[in-house]
Structure formats: C-alpha cells, structure tokens
Nanobody, 125 residues
C-alpha cells in the first residue's frame, strides 16, 4: 500500500521556523521526484518545492526561495521541508506528493502519482 505521511505542521509566529517531514512507503523511491505543495483557503494548490531522489536536483517556487530548503534521506524514505522566515501568507495546508518524473514536472503538477493527506501550517501572531 502506497503511503505518503506528512508531519510537522502547526502554529508558528511570523519569522519563525518549522520542519515538515514526508515519510514514503509502499513504493521504491528510485527515479521519483518528491515534493511539497500547499493550498490556502480560496486559492489553487501550488507547488512549493520538489527534489529528485535520483540526482538531488531541486526546484523552489519564487515565493519561497531563500527561506525554504528541501532535503531527502533516501535510507529513511523521507523528504523534509525546512521552512524559515515564515510569513502569514505561508499559511496553508501543505501536501506531500510524488511522481516518477522530474522535479519541474512534479512541481508544475504535470504529473502526480501519489498524494499525502496534508498537514496544516498556520503563521500568525
């Protein structure tokens, strides 16, 4: 059974940090891209950051460049999203997703094979 399980969401003050984790199971990560998406109320889901488990290539949305860092631990089948300098506009449900394609195809949602259930991130004072 394929699963992507997110954890690490919560409430944080503006300027603060959070680390999200996405644990994958039920499929081999080789040649997959895994990434993070977010959806705020009333807005479309957007790709935030994606990473290739094959060559480590990364994609970041312009809105998070310099503030968020994506990383992977292939031995643990886990992908992390370290979020810093958080802003209220980062508030959203964050989803993990995977596709057997490149990082830009995944983050551009041209193909998504698996989705996680989502974790809420709220940035507020």
């Amino acid at each position: 059974q394929v699963q992507l399980v997110e954890s690490g969401g919560g409430l944080v003050q503006p300027g603060g940090s959070l680390r999200l984790s996405c644990a994958a199971s039920g499929f081999l990560l080789d040649y997959y891209a895994i990434g993070w998406f977010r959806q705020a109320p009333g807005k479309e889901r957007e790709g935030v950051s994606c990473i290739s488990t094959f060559d480590g290539s990364r994609y970041y949305a312009d809105s998070v460049k310099g503030r968020f860092t994506i990383s992977r631990d292939n031995a643990k089948s886990t992908v992390y999203l370290q979020m810093g300098s958080l802003k209220p506009e980062d508030t959203a449900v964050y989803y993990c997703a995977a596709a057997r394609r490149g990082v830009e195809d995944l983050c551009g949602m041209r193909r998504v094979d698996y989705w996680g259930q989502g974790t809420q991130v709220t940035v507020s004072s």
